[in-house]
């Protein structure tokens, strides 16, 4: 069955870094635009970051632009989101989706809290 599980959240310092990986099974990866969203306590969902097939087009929130960077492995099912110079307002679960057409699966999410 498809499966997209997050890892690579916590606990860091403002200003600090973190890696988020998502990987993926049970569809053909290399035919999904990817993305990450995420949410924060009270807050609806929102798009961070997306990164299509293909040609690999990437689209970041005005928030992350410059610090967040979104890439793909095709040959891991994998997609990943660099987050740089972190601020406590990045602070949500973050959420990976695939999607091709109408299709589209979530992940069940990772927690990433900044925080002095």
């Known amino acids: 069955q498809v499966q997209l599980v997050e890892s690579g959240g916590g606990l860091v310092q403002p200003g600090g870094s973190l890696r988020l990986s998502c990987a993926a099974s049970?569809?053909?990866?290399?035919?999904?635009?990817m993305s990450w969203y995420r949410q924060a306590p009270g807050k609806e969902r929102e798009l961070v970051a997306s990164?299509?097939?293909?040609?690999?087009?990437?689209n970041y929130a005005d928030s992350v632009k410059g610090r967040f960077t979104i890439s793909r492995d095709n040959a891991k099912s994998t997609v990943y989101l660099q987050m740089n110079s972190l601020k406590p307002e990045d602070t949500a679960m973050y959420y990976c989706?695939?999607?091709?057409?109408?299709?589209?699966?979530w992940g069940q999410g990772t927690q990433v809290t900044v925080s002095s």
């Open positions: 989706n695939a999607r091709r057409g109408s299709g589209r699966y």
């Open positions: 049970g569809f053909t990866f290399s035919l999904y635009a």
């Open positions: 990164i299509t097939s293909g040609v690999y087009t990437t």
